[in-house]
Each structure stands twice: as C-alpha cells, then as structure tokens.
Nanobody, 133 residues
C-alpha cells in the first residue's frame, strides 16, 4: 500500500523559511514523478514544484521560482521542499504527490495537475503552512 507522509509545516512571519519533508513507502519504483501541491480554501489544488526522481528535471510554478527548491533526500523515497522568503500568499495546505505512470516529459507544473494525481497517483495527508505579515 503506497503511503506518503508529509512533515515540517508550521506558522511563521513573512520573510522566513521552512522545509517540508515527504516520506514514501509501499513501493519500489526508483524513477517516477513527485510533486508538491498547495491548496487554499475555495481554490483548486495547484502544483508548486515537480521533480522526476533518479536525477530527472525539476520544474516550478512562477510564483515560487527562485524562492522554493524541490529535492530528493539521501534516504530513498524522501522528498523535500525548501521554502525561503515566505509571504502571506504562500499560506496553504501543502501536499506531497507521487505517481508511477506519468512520464518524465509530463512531469512539470504545466501538465502535472491535481486531476492527473487523482486519476493515477497518490496524495499525502497535507501539512499546513501559515505565513503572517
């Protein structure tokens, strides 16, 4: 059974940094698409950053480019999101996602949508990030 468990959310003031973590279990794939999404009440869950594991490319939504960094951990099936220069508009629930059907060429924020994850992937339970001004 595939599981994704996030950690690292919290509350902080604008300009601060947080690192989110995601640990996967229940699978043995080594190359697949993983992503961080975020969601605020009343809005669709949107992709923030993607990575194709095993040395593949990363991609970022414009609103986090140059502030957030997605990376794999040294431990297998771990994913991180380093978030710097956080702003109140970054307040959201952040979700880790993974699936084993999306090809590398489709593993980017433009094509890897919440609908794709819902149809073929897996979600973590989410972790809340609150940024105050």
């Amino acid at each position: 059974q595939v599981q994704l468990v996030e950690s690292g959310g919290g509350s902080l003031q604008a300009g601060g940094s947080l690192r989110l973590g995601c640990v996967g279990s229940g699978y043995t794939y080594t190359r697949y698409c993983m992503a961080w999404f975020r969601q605020v009440p009343g809005k669709e869950r949107e992709a923030v950053a993607t990575i194709y594991t095993g040395g593949g490319p990363t991609d970022y939504h414009d609103f986090v480019r140059d502030r957030f960094t997605v990376s794999q951990g040294n431990i297998k099936r771990t994913l991180y999101l380093q978030m710097n220069s956080l702003q109140p508009e970054d307040t959201a629930v952040y979700y880790c996602a993974a699936d084993f059907l999306t090809e590398e060429r489709d593993c980017n924020v433009g094509r890897y949508s919440s609908a794709v994850v819902a149809s073929s992937g897996y979600w973590g339970q989410g972790t809340q990030v609150n940024v105050s001004s």
